[in-house]
């Protein structure tokens, strides 16, 4: 094998990787954690690039684990949704095989990175992708409360960065918790409402109702309001370590009535258009809020 067949094999093989462990995906969740260990550090928890490293890769181990399995689950049905049917599993161009023993492999990796920071962490990594795999993903096809369970190893990066600096779960890390928690029933229902005929031809029940009707849209505004009360705990006072100032709250309420804006404007209109709005809108929430929170603590 020449060079040049050796640098396509690499590509091909690095993109078969990106795609089964949904890369982007697997980021935006690992940022979540390192914006939550930046919150966490402290003087009595002092920062660590060690530790924040071996956060970040034993994180992205750990979603794409969690990812392999669920596309080795659900291979079957991927391949009769055009939005994943190309996936490196229902396509062939990676055997369960090969592509269970990955998922075993960055599931080792993973959980043995997250121990070497301290054993909470470890957990509650182990707690996500036994969640997601187990119980989540076979729900799909059986309830719209999968969504609601697929909600708890969703909202466990944010904390688990706090949890990693600080090797405790406490009243912060539950808030961070509560926070992410909240902010899945929009995004996830709005994404669900714009993909609901694809969904439909693997029989997914990812809208509330199982429906693109006024009910689903009127729990999307109400978790929407609920994510705002949440976001805005810090600064009352009450989360221990984790707190916000008044002016970043103002932010936050602001940030969070944008969204608001446009969980509205999907009651009003009922399209897939207006859902996929609120769906890129819920995901620059998340990160900006993140932003502004971590932000706060090194201003205030």
């Known amino acids: ?11 091909s093989l690095f993109a078969d990787f990106v ?4 890369a982007r995906l697997a980021i935006s969740v690992v940022f ?9 550090f402290s003087e009595f928890y002092p920062f660590s690039w060690a530790t924040l490293i071996l956060l970040t890769i034993g994180g992205y181990c750990m979603v ?3 990812n392999v399995f669920n596309q080795i689950i659900e291979k079957d049905l991927d391949a009769l949704m055009d939005r994943t049917k190309s996936r490196p599993v229902p396509s062939g161009k990676m055997s369960v095989k090969t592509a269970f023993i990955l998922g075993a492999v960055l599931t080792i990796i993973g959980i043995a990175i997250l121990y070497s920071i301290n054993p909470k962490t470890a957990m509650f990594g182990a707690i996500s992708i036994f969640l997601y795999t187990s119980i989540y993903t076979p729900l799909k ?3 719209p409360l999968a969504v609601f369970v697929g909600a708890f190893p969703g909202a466990i990066p944010f904390m688990l960065g706090w949890v990693a600096a600080t090797g405790e779960f406490g009243v912060e890390a539950g808030t ?4 992410q928690f909240f902010w899945q029933f929009p995004h996830f229902w709005a994404i669900g409402w714009f993909l609901y005929d694809d969904y439909k031809k693997a029989g997914f029940f990812m809208l509330p109702t199982g429906r693109k009707d006024k009910k689903t849209a009127l729990q999307t505004i109400l978790y929407t309001v609920w994510l705002i009360i949440a976001s805005l705990l810090p600064v009352t006072g009450f989360t221990g370590e984790l707190k916000l100032s008044v ?10 009535l944008w969204m608001l804006v446009y969980a ?6 009922m399209d897939a258009a207006a859902a996929k709005k609120l769906m890129l809108v819920s995901v620059s929430y998340i990160s900006l809020l993140q932003v502004i929170y971590v932000i706060d603590k090194f201003i205030r």
């Open 1 to 11: 094998m020449n060079a040049q067949e050796n640098q396509i094999s690499f590509k």
């Open 264 to 269: 509205v404007k999907l009651y009003k209109q």
């Open 32 to 40: 979540s954690s390192v914006a939550g260990y930046l919150l966490g």
């Open 141 to 143: 096809t059986k309830t």
């Open 19 to 22: 795609a089964i462990t949904k």
């Open 176 to 179: 961070l918790f509560l926070v």
């Open 64 to 66: 794409g684990a969690s």
């Open 247 to 256: 002016v970043s709250a103002v932010v936050v309420f602001l940030l969070g």
